[in-house]
């Protein structure tokens, strides 16, 4: 490897350690004002977030297998069983396609 590469390596990995130092002087200093309550919901908003980005633009088949799995979720609060529940019902829903395609 070049030099050039040697330096984006090192400029990147001096890149995420501050990121990470900079969030726990800002995680410290939130957690000492009147906004701590919000350190409690970003871990969920987080998911949700990554969630609903990766659902953009994806079929109706996988659009009802992630409302069967939130179904799931709200129900039982037990996220292995909402993963397997979810995968299944696209599976299920996924490969019952062409079966009903093939009926009518």
Sequence with gaps: ???SHWMLIL????AAFSI???G???GDAIRASRFAWVLD???GLLVVALVASS?????AVTWAAA???LGVAYVTNHVILTMCVGGLAYA?????????????
Excluded: C, E, K, N
Excluded at 11 to 14: Q, T, V, Y
Excluded at 55 to 59: F, K, N, P
Excluded at 92 to 104: C, V
């Design 24 to 26: 726990l002087f800002a």
């Design 55 to 59: 659902l953009a633009g994806q079929s």
């Design 41 to 43: 919901d970003v871990p």
């Design 11 to 14: 400029l990147l990995a001096i």
């Design 92 to 104: 299920g829903m996924a490969s019952a396609g062409p079966i009903w395609a093939a009926l009518h």
């Design 20 to 22: 990470r130092v900079l």
């Design 1 to 3: 490897m070049t030099l």
């Design 67 to 69: 409302a069967v799995a």
